[in-house]
Nanobody, 121 residues
Framework: QVQLVESGGGLVLAGGSLRLSCAAS????????MGWYRQAPGEQRELVAI???????NYADSVKGRFTISRDNAKNTVYLEMNSLKPEDTAVYYC???????????????WGQGTQVTVSS
């Protein structure tokens, strides 16, 4: 199976920065798209950013120009650099990856457990 573990969350002041990391491990055959999602209390989970295996990216309008998603394929790791953070960025951030394992030949979407990001004013 495939496991995703996020790290790098924490408490920061508005205008500050955080860098999230998500490392995939397990019996991985291949990984395609990776992404970051977030969920604030009482709200639905929303897409923040995605990155394809070739490096193409897409961002939610609310984070364009402030967040940067990147990946290191050799490490099976995706990153989210968050700058100019705002209180409305406060949420649990989840890592996601579309991957194939040696056990399952079909593409499946895997999720991490989430990491809390809190931005205070």
């Amino acid at each position: 199976q495939v496991q995703l573990v996020e790290s790098g969350g924490g408490l920061v002041l508005a205008g500050g920065s955080l860098r999230l990391s998500c490392a995939a491990s397990g019996s991985i055959f291949s990984i395609n798209t990776m992404g970051w999602y977030r969920q604030a209390p009482g709200e639905q989970r929303e897409l923040v950013a995605i990155i394809l295996s070739g490096g193409s990216t897409n961002y939610a309008d609310s984070v364009k120009g402030r967040f940067t998603i990147s990946r290191d394929n050799a490490k099976n790791t995706v990153y989210l650099e968050m700058n100019s953070l705002k209180p409305e960025d406060t949420a649990v951030y989840y890592c996601s990856a579309a991957a194939k394992s040696y056990r399952y030949s079909n593409w499946r979407n895997y999720w991490g457990q989430g990491t809390q990001v809190t931005v205070s004013s």
